[in-house]
């Protein structure tokens, strides 16, 4: 590593990357990327004294479209790929090109033209560049990765020496050693003749990681989750409690669990024994943030004024009013944004009950009748009188594919006949064993059993008096290799468009097939929700950890698991006297026990974003009831919201301590895709406010509007960062 350190001061090695790992771009959601960036920054800043401005990203299966805001607003100039040259059905059209984000925020981004990162520095390499250049027209500068980057390597010897020899071919273009910040300096010359791409970098291919090794995806979840309200907690503890913030330890959890955002891992492409390591690490590190996070709240609450010792807190940034139980008391609370409310609370009107039957679960605004298989037959929405599904078709109806495909790929022959093999076969069926409905408190319930192979399902469906949402808690035992479980819901819904979350923002994506492109996105990513609505209205699917989703016409997909072989899966065995041989048996990806959540929402129109995210945000993080560390007789801490807006649109994606210990950190976005105009209620002390960029370095003064109280502008879909002052 000394070596390293002095071959970059002398300028025999050049620092890439900006990121802590190079992160998969879809799963993770908007703060895990922003540090991803904060944390790659800081690294390169502490160990060499230099942050590249050029994000590189050469093998990553896909970008979202909130990437360029996110790469500007830390301070980069460029972006560099490859990766959409491994479109299956469409050629990307460029290799220079502006490339303009949801929120409209643009990047200049160079894609390589030899379209690849191990290039040989041959002659066919620059004859290549020379011909197949999209941007030669207008550019005379493109560049040329060479060396062994596939697996590490780098360039060699032999690369060196072709270089030497090939600068003086007439019959070639000229090639020059140089660091590529010059190169980027001299091609950003010719940008104002670049095209412009707007939205996703969609990869046509690699659908399947959004899917493979299920675990995974949930912990990293779970973790993005557990570390927000940590955060938050700590924040706030210390501001009212003096618990010290646990600084060090939430920048060794935060780094782990970027690292296992690296683009193999958490898209389920790695070999086997790197789940076997990393599923045990990400228990470890939950059951860590689950402890601290209690010492954090039960501090916290021990300075409340009140002399209760039982309360609700709420670390989302909108209020809510939920079902919550303790110690078996079911209670209808209300609780502000980022903040707590006492156990049991206000009185609250009391709900109209919910109901179930044998083939039936109803509240005041849904009724769900159950066909004989098990599936959903019918979805009314009471208050609109309008039947959700497709009288032809069942909802949650369960559908068993073979899965030919690997960690990465499904099975389909795109190229030649744009065919999708899955959806040639005819699927299994699970097999409806066991049913019974059931009141459970607040909940009407309807737990079914079904069997498959040798594998079973279980869910528990549940409609909740006073809730328009029905839940469907899962859990499988899961043993059919070379299969993939899919869920259906057939709606009623006509439209050309649906919408689905991505990280920091939405965007919409047809639901036609009728030209290449829409039928090359036969499978693509989301966060917590989409959305398939018309005039009308539409319906919303919810989800706590899957991320794989078709949207055809009518029909709303999601896939809940692949069982695939594992890369690399012969099993390695080791004898007694040390020597390894391999065995020939695989082995597949997501075989034992998977539990996990979805939800699904009929709805009229208005269904904004905001209200999509909030739903999704609760769905994701109900709330829980929490006791104080001892008996108090009252302390300090204010009731009410620590932090709250007056805008739905806007949500606090972060609330922590600054990196340099100087301040609190508060992240904004806008989820909706119109302009706004919010104000803070900030009940932390703090002296001054200054937004900064993503790096947390000042940007402009904030003026407070009232003591306590900042107004905030925000163009669509936008990213904003303020530091409190002490």
């Not at 805001?69 to 299956?88: E, P, R």
């Not at 140089?178 to 980027?184: L, M």
């Not at 805008?647 to 989820?671: M, S, W, Y």
């Amino acid at each position: 590593y000394g070596e390293v350190k002095r071959a970059v001061a002398e300028g025999g090695l050049e620092i890439q990357g900006s990121f802590w790992v190079e992160p998969d771009c879809n799963i993770p959601n908007g703060e895990s990327l922003v540090r991803q960036v904060l944390h790659g920054s800081r690294f390169f800043k502490e160990e060499f004294g230099y942050v590249p401005r050029q994000c590189w990203q050469p093998d990553v299966f896909g970008y979202n479209g909130q990437l360029p805001q996110i790469l500007v607003k830390s301070g980069h100039d460029a972006f560099m790929t490859q990766k959409l040259s491994w479109n299956i059905v469409n050629r990307f059209p460029h290799h220079s090109f502006h490339w303009e984000g949801i929120d409209g925020t643009s990047i200049v981004t160079h894609m390589l033209p030899e379209e690849t990162y191990n290039g040989p520095a041959a002659p066919r390499a620059l004859k290549k560049i020379r011909d197949e250049y999209a941007q030669r027209d207008v550019s005379g500068h493109a560049l040329m990765c060479y060396g062994i980057g596939d697996g590490g390597g780098g360039p060699g010897q032999e690369h060196l020496e072709r270089l030497r020899r090939l600068s003086a071919f007439e019959s070639l273009p000229r090639v020059e050693i140089r660091p590529t910040p010059e190169f980027f300096e001299e091609w950003k010359k010719d940008a104002g003749k670049f095209p412009r791409w707007k939205g996703e970098l969609y990869l046509e291919r690699h659908q399947g990681t959004f899917t493979t090794q299920a675990l995974v995806k949930r912990n990293n979840r779970r973790c993005e989750i557990a570390l927000r309200e940590l955060e938050f907690l700590a924040v706030v503890a210390e501001a009212f409690a003096g618990q010290p913030y646990p600084a060090a330890e939430l920048d060794a959890i935060w780094k782990e669990v970027l690292l296992y955002q690296f683009h193999d891992i958490l898209p389920g492409s790695s070999i086997k024994r790197v789940y076997d390591e990393t599923n045990p690490r990400y228990a470890a590190l939950l059951g860590r943030l689950e402890e601290l996070t209690a010492e954090a709240c039960a501090k916290l609450l021990g300075a409340a004024e009140s002399r209760v010792e039982t309360f609700v807190v709420n670390p989302l940034s909108h209020p809510r009013e939920e079902w919550v139980e303790h110690e078996g008391d079911w209670r209808y609370v209300c609780v502000p944004a980022m903040g707590f409310s006492e156990w049991p609370g206000a009185p609250v009107s009391a709900p109209e009950p919910a109901e179930a039957g044998p083939t039936h679960l109803e509240n005041e605004f849904l009724r769900v009748e159950f066909a004989a298989d098990g599936s959903i037959a019918s979805l009314r929405d009471k208050t609109r009188g309008v039947e959700t599904l497709r009288g032809d078709e069942s909802g949650n109806a369960f559908f068993v594919y073979p899965d030919r495909g690997d960690a990465w790929d499904f099975d389909a022959d795109l190229p030649a006949k744009n065919v999708l093999l899955y959806l040639s076969e005819t699927p299994q069926r699970p097999v409806l064993v066991h049913s019974s409905a059931s009141m459970e408190g607040p909940h009407a319930v309807m737990r079914q059993e079904y069997e498959v192979g040798k594998s079973k399902i279980k869910q528990r469906i549940v409609l909740q008096a006073k809730s328009r949402r029905l839940d469907f808690e899962t859990s499988l035992d899961w043993q059919e290799t070379a299969q993939m479980l899919r869920v259906a819901f057939p709606t009623t819904v006509k439209t050309d468009t649906a919408r689905f979350e991505i990280p920091f923002g939405s965007l919409q994506r047809s639901t036609r097939e009728d030209d290449s492109v829409a039928q090359a996105q036969f499978e693509v990513p989301a966060q917590q929700w989409i959305d398939l609505s018309d005039e009308r209205g539409g319906v919303a699917l919810f989800n706590d950890c899957k991320y794989g989703f078709r949207v055809k016409g009518h029909r709303m997909e999601m896939t809940l698991l692949r069982s695939v072989p594992h890369p690399s899966s012969a099993v390695i065995t080791v004898d007694d006297s040390g020597k390894a041989g391999a065995s020939p048996r695989r082995q597949f990806t997501d075989i034992g026990a998977h539990v996990f959540r979805y939800a699904i929402q009929p709805h009229g129109g208005g269904m904004t974003e905001a209200k999509l995210t909030a739903i999704a945000r609760g769905f994701n993080s109900p709330l829980r009831a929490r006791t104080t560390v001892r008996p108090h007789r009252g302390g300090r801490l204010p009731s009410g919201s620590f932090i709250s807006l007056d805008h739905p649109a806007v949500e606090i994606t972060a609330c922590k301590r600054a990196e340099d210990g100087q301040g609190t950190i508060l992240r904004f976005c806008n989820v909706a895709p119109a302009r706004c105009s919010v104000e803070a209620t900030i009940a932390l002390p703090f002296a001054s406010a200054m937004e900064t960029d993503l790096l947390e370095n000042p940007l402009s003064s904030l003026p407070q509007a009232q003591p306590g109280r900042l107004r905030l502008e925000f163009s669509a879909f936008e990213i904003k960062t303020v530091r409190l002052a002490p």
